[in-house]
């Protein structure tokens, strides 16, 4: 499992839809994660010190689990089936870790809300991760590489047996 952080949101040029990316903190292997507009909003809103005038979904979750007094210890992206992404949050609560299913893209809401760290197991990377063989020159050198790679991919390109 390798410790993951967010390095971007955009679109994809063919589908417009939002993809979270994230890049290994030790590495240069980068997941992309199609998700939806809502979710897309809401980890931006964050990233971006955005408050909304009344709760959006996540932070009332963030606020449940806080006035349970519990804390969201990590979230995993777990598995890619059926051309989908899973995802767990694990709580920690009064010594006790709980798991609980989720899409990715909410548990990265929720982790960029509460500052708790975002994994991928090794077989998703493995699988789906894009590598860069050379580090890049520069972050503007990244980001036109990725803008290259996502003017051409679609979510079936991940597929599992593709």
Same mark, same amino acid.
């Given at each position: 499992?390798?410790?993951?952080?967010?390095?971007?949101?955009? =679109?994809?040029?063919?589908?417009?839809?939002?993809?979270?990316?994230?890049?290994?903190?030790?590495?240069?292997? =980068?997941?992309?994660?199609?998700?939806?507009?809502?979710?897309?909003?809401?980890?931006?809103?964050?990233?971006?010190?955005?408050?909304?005038?009344?709760?959006?979904?996540?932070?009332?979750? $963030?606020?449940?689990?806080?006035?349970?007094?519990?804390? $969201?210890?990590? $979230?995993?992206?777990?598995?890619?089936?059926?051309?989908?992404?899973?995802?767990?949050?694990?709580?920690?609560?009064?010594?006790?870790?709980?798991?609980?299913?989720?899409?990715?893209?909410?548990?990265?809401?929720?982790?960029?809300?509460?500052?708790?760290?975002?994994?991928?197991?090794?077989?998703?990377?493995?699988?789906?991760?894009?590598? =860069?063989?050379?580090?890049?020159?520069?972050?503007?050198?990244?980001?036109?590489? =990725?803008?290259?790679?996502?003017?051409? $991919?679609?979510?079936?390109?991940?597929?599992?047996?593709?």
């Amino acid at each position: 499992m390798q410790e993951m952080a967010i390095y971007g949101v955009s =679109f994809d040029m063919v589908g417009k839809q939002p993809i979270v990316l994230l890049k290994t903190v030790e590495g240069n292997r =980068f997941l992309p994660i199609w998700i939806g507009h809502a979710e897309a909003s809401a980890i931006l809103m964050t990233l971006q010190d955005t408050e909304s005038p009344r709760p959006m979904t996540h932070d009332l979750l $963030v606020n449940l689990v806080t006035e349970l007094h519990a804390e $969201v210890a990590r $979230v995993t992206i777990t598995e890619l089936r059926d051309a989908t992404f899973h995802a767990m949050i694990r709580l920690s609560t009064s010594g006790e870790d709980v798991e609980i299913d989720c899409r990715p893209s909410d548990a990265i809401a929720v982790a960029v809300r509460t500052g708790s760290p975002i994994y991928a197991v090794d077989a998703v990377l493995d699988e789906n991760a894009i590598e =860069f063989e050379h580090e890049p020159e520069d972050d503007d050198d990244m980001v036109e590489k =990725f803008k290259e790679f996502l003017d051409q $991919v679609t979510p079936e390109d991940f597929a599992e047996g593709s």
